[in-house]
């Protein structure tokens, strides 16, 4: 069983920062691709970041530049860095860790972005 839990959303102005924070606990023997996504109210889950054990990173488009991935394997936790916040980036943001064969998801943090 493997657990995910993410934590850092709230209440930002735009054109501010959060950090978000996922780690992921369990039965683990080794942690492939770590990643955040987003899903806005109405609108479809998205990719945001992604980042392989070895460090390779992945954005949305519309993120890269202000968003950044960052991972600790040594402690399976994933961060992301998100500056010059927008309203439109309001959303339950939330990480997913695979493992083996399996994407494990956390629970979600609520980022509010207000204008």
């Known amino acids: 069983q493997v657990q995910v839990v993410e934590s850092g959303g709230g209440l930002v102005q735009a054109g501010g920062s959060l950090r978000l924070s996922c780690a992921a606990s369990?039965?683990?023997?080794?942690?492939?691709?770590m990643g955040w996504y987003r899903q806005a109210p109405g609108k479809q889950r998205e990719l945001v970041a992604a980042?392989?054990?070895?460090?390779?990173?992945n954005y949305a488009d519309s993120d890269e530049g202000r968003f950044t991935i960052s991972r600790d394997n040594a402690k399976n936790t994933v961060y992301l860095q998100m500056n010059s916040l927008k309203p439109e980036d309001t959303a339950v943001y939330y990480c997913a860790a695979d493992v083996a064969v399996a994407r494990y998801w956390g629970k979600g943090t609520l980022v509010t972005v207000s204008s």
């Open positions: 980042i392989t054990s070895g460090g390779h990173t």
């Open positions: 369990g039965s683990i023997f080794s942690i492939n691709a």
